[in-house]
């Protein structure tokens, strides 16, 4: 199945009366392979379909806010989630009943660096060190064996919180068929993701792998090495 181009910040869905759109909280309605993440929170982080051939495909792709698989990714059908009233986004609801405030990881790390923080002068330097960091990206790693070659994520277009996470994207010098753990390796719940199945049929593999025996030559490195979260 295959997605349409476009600039995904700019998707807004209608659903039950509501608008979806990249940035807002929505809570797990149903989800069969991963029961234990419906009734938690999560965050729309790309709403578009990554083309698996063969593979189901989803068009919601979120970061749990909440629960034992916080901060992980996965797809979902747009039935498969409720959007939360904008009165609810500043908070998460635990499974133990609390709440909790949704932060991101600079704003925690600038929390954390402000404690300490008691003088003027000291205001000064943090202030002259975000001043200097502003506008400053940090380059992606040399393309490896990617080079001059379309590489797996974009072929396949993956949203990118997910691509951020795919050690294919972050282990450059391999090409993605060699690598354990790649998001599309994870075919079953708690699968380490080194079965080859899928590479063998894959259209990156067929226009870049010249027909050589797939060996995985990276282990421990994906999504799921220790085998316990494996997203949908």
């Not at 039950?16 to 009734?39: A, F, L, N």
């Amino acid at each position: 199945m295959n997605g349409s181009k476009g600039n995904t910040a700019q998707i807004i869905v209608e659903k039950e009366g509501k608008t979806m759109k990249i940035g807002d909280m929505v809570k797990i309605r149903k989800c069969d392979p991963i029961p234990g993440v419906v009734g938690e929170n999560a965050d729309i982080v790309d709403m578009q379909i990554q083309e698996f051939e063969k593979y189901t495909v989803y068009p919601l792709w979120v970061k749990m806010a909440s629960g034992e698989r916080k901060g992980r990714i996965y797809g979902f059908q747009y039935d498969e989630v409720e959007v939360l009233p904008k009165a609810y986004e500043a908070q998460v609801v635990s499974k133990r009943g609390g709440t909790e405030t949704v932060k991101t990881k600079v704003a925690e790390q600038l929390e954390e660096l402000l404690k300490g923080v008691t003088t003027v002068e000291e205001v000064a330097e943090v202030e002259k060190a975000i001043n200097e960091a502003k506008g400053k990206v940090l380059a992606e790693p040399a393309l490896g064996f990617w080079e001059g070659k379309t590489p797996c994520w974009e072929m396949f277009r993956c949203p990118e919180a997910m691509r951020n996470e795919c050690p294919a994207f972050k282990y450059r010098t391999l090409p993605c068929w060699q690598i354990e753990g790649t998001y599309c390796k994870l075919l079953d719940y708690g699968a380490r993701g080194d079965g080859t199945d899928i590479c063998q049929v894959c259209r990156v593999y067929k226009k870049w792998g010249h027909g050589e025996p797939i060996e995985i030559k990276l282990c421990g490195k994906g999504f799921n090495p220790a085998g316990k979260v494996v997203p949908k």
